[in-house]
């Protein structure tokens, strides 16, 4: 079918942006015929051939002049159209005025689990469908929501390939040769990938907390990202005392990453639920567990749905608690074959949940199921998987 995929930003940096990018080269495999538009509010573009026009955002009603515009050049030709944000929603809502398609909204708990604009809630009560990206968000939709159309999961997928297990001494050698590091061989490493956004929800204060009540210099946090909070997550980690424990690292190339995941013993990202914030299933949990590398998270979100149900591969704590991060820190110290054996469960469960062939199959399925014979599609051959984007999480683009 003829698909009008719109979103923000969708060659540039952030989750959102790597998760359009996988939706439109899986509907692509799905052998639909995609039309992209790129509402651009960011700067950067990290990976052309995705969108097939670009806007520049200056502002919502500008924006939507220029897309009736599309609607306009491209009348008649559209059978669904997908919306990679909930604040896009009224732009389904005007595209399926014109050509009478329905169409999709991708929603994520950050923004859908909060307060929305009068024409965001509407537009997104009128969708023909839902897709979030885990099911802490559909759980929790009807307590935010007045209206709430039919709903799918599909998960982030993980490229399997890319982020794979790499011999840990070798994996230390090339964090020490990239980033001017040395001595790594008898530390034990904590690595988080995320962005330091406003307010701070990535664990990053909890775990220094947690080096200082551990107060041993064996342990060693590396830092990977960037944003508005670094400079006060640098402060913290001084006036907490462990700041020779702590390497920020800021934003990294994308090679990097496989790299920063198999020095570390543990990936930490433990964030808050709540109104506006809290995680679907973050990436830097399932791209640590497809290096066979454990974790710690909050319980308090999607993120345990990167935990395995039956074959443990990472730990839940209460994010406010940093004696708890402590103790699960010292645990997994004290027992190298715990770590090795939740490596490998985290291995196997993102090959058995979260890796881009299994993402192809459920969006397909969702489209099927929900919009009927219209979202069938015509089998093609899959594209080349590489990951999307380069350098570690920056901010999702919203309106």
């Given at each position: 079918?003829?698909?009008?995929?719109?979103?923000?930003?969708?060659?540039?940096?952030?989750?959102?942006?790597?998760?359009?990018?996988?939706?439109?080269?899986?509907?692509?495999?799905?052998?639909?015929?995609?039309?992209?538009?790129?509402?651009?509010?960011?700067?950067?573009?990290?990976?052309?051939?995705?969108?097939?026009r670009?806007?520049?955002?200056?502002?919502?009603?500008?924006?939507?002049?220029?897309?009736?515009?599309?609607?306009?050049?491209?009348?008649?030709?559209?059978?669904?159209?997908?919306?990679?944000?909930?604040?896009?929603?009224?732009?389904?809502?005007?595209?399926?005025?014109?050509?009478?398609?329905?169409?999709?909204?991708?929603?994520?708990?950050?923004?859908?689990?909060?307060?929305?604009?009068?024409?965001?809630?509407?537009?997104?009560?009128?969708?023909?469908?839902?897709?979030?990206?885990?099911?802490?968000?559909?759980?929790?939709?009807?307590?935010?929501?007045?209206?709430?159309?039919?709903?799918?999961?599909?998960?982030?997928?993980?490229?399997?390939?890319?982020?794979?297990?790499i011999?840990?001494?070798?994996?230390?050698?090339?964090?020490?040769?990239?980033?001017?590091?040395s001595?790594?061989?008898?530390?034990?490493?904590?690595?988080?990938v995320a962005?330091?956004?406003?307010?701070?929800?990535?664990?990053?204060?909890q775990?220094?907390?947690?080096?200082?009540?551990?107060?041993?210099?064996?342990?060693?946090?590396?830092?990977?990202?960037?944003?508005?909070?670094?400079?006060?997550?640098?402060d913290h980690?001084?006036?907490?005392?462990?700041?020779?424990?702590v390497?920020?690292?800021?934003?990294?190339?994308?090679?990097?990453?496989?790299?920063?995941?198999?020095?570390?013993?543990?990936?930490?990202?433990?964030?808050?639920?709540?109104?506006?914030?809290?995680?679907?299933?973050?990436l830097?949990?399932?791209?640590?567990?497809?290096?066979?590398?454990?974790?710690?998270?909050?319980?308090?979100?999607?993120?345990?749905?990167?935990?395995?149900?039956?074959?443990?591969?990472?730990?839940?704590?209460?994010?406010?608690?940093?004696?708890?991060?402590?103790?699960?820190?010292?645990?997994?110290?004290?027992?190298?074959?715990?770590?090795?054996?939740?490596?490998?469960?985290?291995?196997?469960?993102?090959?058995?949940?979260?890796?881009?062939?299994?993402?192809?199959?459920?969006?397909?399925?969702?489209?099927?199921?929900?919009?009927?014979?219209?979202?069938?599609?015509?089998?093609?051959?899959?594209?080349?998987?590489?990951?999307?984007?380069?350098?570690?999480?920056?901010?999702?683009?919203?309106?």
């Open positions: 079918m003829n698909i009008l995929y719109i979103g923000f930003d969708i060659e540039g940096v952030g989750g959102i942006a790597t998760y359009s990018r996988y939706q439109v080269r899986a509907l692509r495999d799905l052998g639909h015929r995609l039309f992209v538009v790129s509402i651009d509010k960011q700067d950067v573009i990290i990976e052309r051939g995705h969108a097939d670009h806007i520049a955002f200056g502002s919502k009603y500008r924006a939507a002049l220029n897309f009736l515009r599309v609607l306009r050049e491209q009348a008649g030709r559209f059978e669904v159209i997908v919306i990679n944000h909930v604040y896009l929603a009224p732009f389904g809502w005007l595209a399926r005025l014109f050509t009478g398609a329905p169409y999709v909204v991708n929603v994520y708990n950050i923004d859908i689990l909060t307060r929305l604009t009068k024409p965001r809630e509407f537009a997104f009560g009128r969708a023909d469908l839902a897709l979030a990206d885990c099911q802490y968000t559909i759980d929790r939709l009807p307590d935010y929501r007045r209206r709430v159309p039919p709903t799918g999961l599909l998960y982030d997928p993980v490229d399997a390939g890319f982020f794979r297990p011999a840990k001494a070798e994996a230390r050698r090339e964090v020490e040769r990239r980033f001017g590091l001595g790594l061989a008898d530390r034990f490493i904590i690595t988080t962005f330091m956004g406003n307010p701070p929800n990535k664990g990053h204060h775990t220094i907390d947690a080096l200082r009540e551990i107060n041993d210099p064996r342990f060693l946090y590396l830092v990977v990202g960037d944003g508005p909070m670094r400079l006060q997550i640098e980690a001084r006036r907490a005392g462990v700041a020779g424990q390497a920020f690292l800021g934003l990294v190339e994308q090679s990097a990453l496989p790299f920063l995941y198999n020095a570390g013993d543990v990936t930490v990202l433990v964030s808050r639920g709540g109104p506006g914030l809290g995680e679907a299933v973050p830097g949990l399932i791209e640590a567990a497809a290096c066979g590398v454990p974790f710690i998270c909050g319980n308090q979100d999607g993120s345990v749905e990167a935990i395995s149900p039956t074959h443990p591969n990472g730990f839940a704590i209460d994010p406010e608690s940093a004696g708890q991060l402590a103790a699960r820190l010292r645990e997994l110290d004290d027992n190298p074959s715990k770590r090795a054996a939740m490596g490998a469960n985290g291995k196997r469960f993102v090959e058995e949940v979260f890796v881009y062939p299994r993402f192809v199959e459920r969006q397909g399925d969702l489209l099927v199921r929900h919009l009927g014979n219209v979202a069938r599609p015509q089998p093609a051959a899959p594209s080349a998987v590489s990951h999307p984007g380069v350098a570690s999480p920056s901010p999702d683009a919203s309106a």
